[in-house]
Nanobody, 116 residues
């Protein structure tokens, strides 16, 4: 059975930090890329950051300078650390895994609310 387990999120004060982790089940083979996307109310889902199995990263402009994505290939885990959070970072954050031949899996999402 293939699945993703997300952790982290919750209520964060403006200027604070978040740390999101996602672990893919061991049954998922040949992972090409892992990453995080987010969807704010009334908006489309958008990229936050991705990282390939070789460690190549890609960040949305909104995350550049504030976010760091890392990956543990042995544990099938991807972690997003993001600092200096703003109210506009409020969204449901989704883990995404691309694996095999054009296969893709999404996590269930974790809510991040940035508010004082």
């Amino acid at each position: 059975q293939v699945h993703l387990v997300e952790s982290g999120g919750g209520l964060v004060q403006p200027g604070g930090s978040l740390r999101l982790s996602c672990t893919a089940s061991a049954s998922i083979r040949s992972i090409n890329a892992m990453g995080w996307y987010r969807q704010a109310p009334g908006q489309e889902r958008e990229l936050v950051a991705t990282i390939t199995s070789g460690g190549v990263t890609n960040y949305a402009d909104s995350a550049k300078g504030r976010g760091t994505i890392s990956r543990d290939n042995a544990k099938n885990t991807v972690t997003l650390q993001m600092n200096s959070l703003k109210p506009e970072d409020t969204a449901v954050y989704y883990c995404n895994v691309k694996y095999g031949q054009h296969l893709e899996l999404w996590g269930q999402g974790t809510l991040v609310t940035v508010s004082s």
